[in-house]
């Protein structure tokens, strides 16, 4: 089956910077989109970047020119890199993988980014 599982997320102070990372299995990774997701206490999921299959990616305004998502399809992983961190980017963070059949997320992993 498909499972996506994140790891990477920690406290930082706010300017630090992180890297997420997402090992996914149980599809044929180089054909597949992959994004990330945050969703904030008492808020929505919102969408932070997305990668196609050929590494054409896509940013939510709030994060542009801060964040970098990027994939290996040797190690079938999706990272996503943090740099500039600030306390509004607190959120627990999940990778998702959208296909014809279904839409799958990781389990989340929490950011926390102290002012």
Do not use: H
Not at 44 to 64: C, F, H, L, M, W
Not at 85 to 108: H, I
Request: hydrophobic residues 35%.
């Amino acid at each position: 089956q498909v499972q996506l599982v994140e790891s990477g997320g920690g406290l930082v102070q706010a300017g630090g910077s992180l890297r997420l990372s997402c090992a996914v299995s149980g599809v044929i990774f180089r054909l597949s989109a992959l994004g990330w997701y945050r969703q904030a206490p008492g808020k929505q999921r919102e969408r932070v970047a997305t990668i196609t299959p050929i590494g054409i990616t896509n940013y939510a305004d709030s994060v542009k020119g801060r964040f970098t998502i990027s994939r290996d399809n040797g190690e079938n992983t999706v990272y996503l890199q943090m740099n500039s961190l600030k306390p509004e980017d607190t959120a627990v963070y999940y990778c998702n993988l959208p296909t014809s059949r279904d839409n799958y997320w990781g389990q989340g992993t929490q950011v926390t980014v102290a002012s």
